[in-house]
């Protein structure tokens, strides 16, 4: 204690405790006039001083349970009963009076408390049935809740009657604050309450007063109650970061409809109209339609039946505008990156989109119906294939992914196609989605005559990976102790 010195808020609750000796925290923070919250933080630090004592005293109370007060009210169900008859009555005619369930409960007690014996089925007084311990304690609830004293009992009567749920059990905690000699001592030898700083502020550094001024100590030991303040969301915060990035690399933005026609979300991209992807359990189908865009269809038309000018074969057979008109909840992004493209057909073209998806998925810990693509393409003269292999390579070491590599895949609208991939400790090499050259069934109806690069990554398994979890689920239904707990930024090693 010699070297402890007391804060304002603790001499002023000191000269409090000692008017009022020993309080509870509303009356100490009352004659303090503080907040609860703040008396009780200094009483908690005068304590460990050893210049007041903070003691919880639990208290025991008893209750009433409903059952138990209309028995108190009418009479235990003994006591009904032996009321009921003055001579030996048979049991199945009580039942009918009273109720067999009121009977059954109590004979038992009838011969527990010898008022009466059972004898072929019939129910004998013994002649004796005076006021019973239970009842008088029954009797003396006059309020809400009672202490064993109060109840002038023993604890065999009240557990019975907790046994019988008559009577429940509850505990109030009760805090008083005290104070100890030392403290009293120091009160007596005199304290003087002087202006204390809580904060610097700019005016005291400028005018020098600071220097005259009295500093309000911290305790740095004492645990503060942990604040969680408003934050963005992990995968939001990831999200941002990856759209940060392409910004940063000269992409412009684009926003495109959730709800697209199978033209734009397949046809336009040179999935045949008989395309396995296309059925009812991948896509979710809407029963809308949508006008097609009169420049586009016919060249998409002949794309698809012989290849129109190219020498390409097309898929063959006929291609159908029902079935291109059909709206369905877009499947990828690649839908948003196309219409994009066939409305800015000249170069330089540098455009990414970053947004949900939908596919009929069951859900289970990696795949979810609803998830986030992050879709890019780049269209100008002398574009490359390494251009693109570049391109990705640089975005996924941004995001802090040192290894990065590409195995070659399929989708019926590029040529190369590749899927990348990044290498996780523990994990091995994980895919993260699709990438390729758009051919140029896909880029000649649409009018453009330059190539274009073009990805389509997943988002979801970057922020699992990024934020550990095991379940894609936790992105949208997350647990809020982790959100709380979660960091708001990175700290680079
Ligand atoms: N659309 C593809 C990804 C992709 C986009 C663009 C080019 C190649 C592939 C998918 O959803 O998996």
């Avoid at 998806?357 to 390494?386: C, K, W």
Wanted: glycine content about 6%.
């Amino acid at each position: 204690m010699s070297n402890y010195k007391l804060t304002t808020n603790e001499k002023n609750v000191l000269l409090a405790l000692d008017e009022l000796a020993s309080t509870t925290p509303e009356d100490l923070a009352e004659k303090a006039s503080m907040k609860v919250e703040t008396a009780m933080q200094s009483a908690f630090l005068l304590s460990e001083n050893g210049l007041a004592e903070v003691n919880d005293t639990i208290t025991e109370l008893y209750t009433l349970t409903d059952e138990g007060r209309t028995y108190a009210k009418e009479g235990l169900p003994e006591r009904q009963l032996i009321n009921a008859i003055q001579e030996p009555t048979p049991i199945d005619e009580l039942k009918e009076k009273l109720s067999p369930k009121m009977v059954g409960i109590a004979t038992g007690w009838l011969r527990r408390k010898d008022w009466a014996n059972i004898e072929n089925g019939m129910i004998v007084p013994s002649g004796d049935a005076g006021e019973a311990e239970d009842e008088k304690v029954l009797a003396r609830f006059t309020k809400e809740a009672h202490t064993l004293e109060e109840l002038g009992t023993d604890n065999k009567i009240i557990k019975d009657l907790i046994k019988r749920k008559l009577v429940s059990k509850t505990e109030d905690k009760d805090r008083t604050v005290s104070i100890t000699n030392d403290g009293t001592e120091l009160v007596k030898a005199g304290i003087t309450i002087e202006e204390e700083i809580n904060q610097i502020t700019s005016q005291l550094l400028k005018s020098g007063e600071w220097k005259n001024k009295n500093f309000r100590p911290y305790n740095i030991q004492t645990p503060p109650r942990p604040v969680y303040g408003a934050k963005v969301h992990p995968y939001q915060r990831l999200i941002d970061q990856m759209r940060q990035i392409f910004l940063e690399m000269g992409f412009t933005e684009i926003k495109g409809d959730v709800v697209q026609s199978s033209f734009w979300n397949f046809d336009a991209l040179f999935q045949p109209q008989d395309h396995p992807a296309r059925e009812m359990q991948d896509t979710f189908h809407l029963s809308s339609r949508s006008e097609l865009p009169e420049d586009y269809t016919e060249g998409i038309r002949d794309m698809h039946e012989h290849g129109g000018d190219l020498p390409s074969t097309g898929w063959g057979g006929k291609w159908s505008e029902d079935i291109a008109k059909r709206d369905v909840l877009r499947t990828h992004t690649t839908a948003v990156t196309i219409k994009y493209l066939a409305d800015n057909p000249n170069p330089p073209v540098k455009a990414f989109c970053i947004d949900r998806a939908y596919r009929r998925e069951t859900i289970d810990p990696t795949h979810t119906p609803e998830f986030e693509q992050l879709e890019g393409v780049i269209m100008d003269e002398n574009m490359s294939f390494a251009n693109l292999l570049g391109c990705l390579e640089e975005f996924y070491h941004r995001m802090g992914f040192e290894d990065v590599r590409f195995r070659p895949g399929y989708f019926p609208y590029t040529e190369p196609s590749v899927e990348p991939e990044v290498y996780i400790d523990g994990l091995g090499w994980v895919e993260l989605g699709g990438a390729g050259v758009f051919r140029k069934e896909v880029t000649e109806p649409l009018g453009i005559k330059q190539p274009v690069l073009a990805w389509g990554l997943g988002v979801s398994r970057v922020a699992m990976l990024k934020l550990g979890l095991k379940d894609l689920r936790e992105l949208y239904q997350s647990d809020i102790e982790w959100l709380r707990k979660s960091q708001v930024c990175q700290l680079k090693d």
